[in-house]
């Protein structure tokens, strides 16, 4: 399987700061890598597809880059909605696998 | 649009075999364009991919659970049900449907992403 790591495991930041959250595949997974977002209590969200490519409906704060081995999610200005937890995901190979999540708490 | 609801029994005894329905609505089990997958996540953890199928019905599991793990699909009811067999304690989990798009080919690649979720429903493995 692919291992999909993330870091941090937690952060925590005020509204309107950026925030980047990384994420590493043991192998190149080309740019096959989303984004995810889940509340407590809730199914997560797609917010990020193909690892640059907005959902739509999705504000254009979030943003998402990288490719190979190394990606990358920023909040370019935290709003309050988006305090909740991050995953990343490979779909390159079966089985998908995800990171183990980056909770954003607020400070 | 389209949406997922889970339907199950929510407390399954130890060995025994846990089943699971996603009922589609807003959009058809039979289209092409998608596979149909099953995720869990235990109380206060990440996520799992347990397996996905495909209208035709050709699946893929993840070979964690592959001995355990039937994933079917069924057209006439715009349903795809799961079944876990010998669960335990460990299997205890939130266990989700969901969609997942297959768009391409982009550039020579096929993307996946999972685009719709159902709510969820909580499954209890416990005597």
């Known amino acids: 399987d692919i291992q999909m790591t993330q870091s941090p495991s937690s952060l925590s930041a005020s509204v309107g700061d950026r925030v980047t959250i990384t994420c590493r595949a043991s192998q190149s997974i080309s740019s096959q890598l989303n984004w995810y977002q889940q509340k407590p209590g809730k199914a997560p969200k797609l917010l990020i597809y193909?690892?640059?490519t907005l959902q739509s409906g999705v504000p254009s704060r979030f943003s998402g880059s990288g490719s190979g081995t190394d990606f990358t999610l920023t909040i370019s200005s935290l709003q309050p909605e988006d305090f909740a937890t991050y995953y990343c995901?490979?779909?390159?190979?079966?089985?998908?696998?995800f990171g183990q999540g980056t909770k954003v708490q607020i400070k | 649009q389209v949406q997922l609801q889970e339907s199950g029994p929510g407390l399954v005894k130890p060995s025994e075999t846990l089943s699971l329905t996603c009922t589609v609505s807003g959009g058809s089990v039979s289209s092409g364009s998608h596979y149909w997958s099953w995720i869990r996540q235990p109380p206060g953890m990440g996520l799992e991919c347990i397996g996905f199928i495909y209208y035709s019905g050709t699946t893929n599991y993840n070979p964690s659970l592959k001995s355990r793990v039937t994933i079917s699909v069924d057209t006439s009811k715009n349903q795809f049900s799961l079944k876990l067999s010998s669960v335990t304690a460990a299997d205890t989990a939130v266990y989700y449907c969901?969609?997942?798009?297959?768009?391409?080919?982009?550039?020579?690649?096929?993307?996946?992403?999972?685009?719709?979720w159902g709510e969820g429903t909580t499954v209890t493995v416990s005597s």
């Open positions: 969901a969609r997942e798009q297959i768009v391409g080919p982009t550039g020579g690649y096929y993307y996946y992403y999972m685009d719709v």
């Open positions: 995901q490979q779909s390159y190979h079966s089985p998908r696998t």
């Open positions: 193909a690892a640059s």
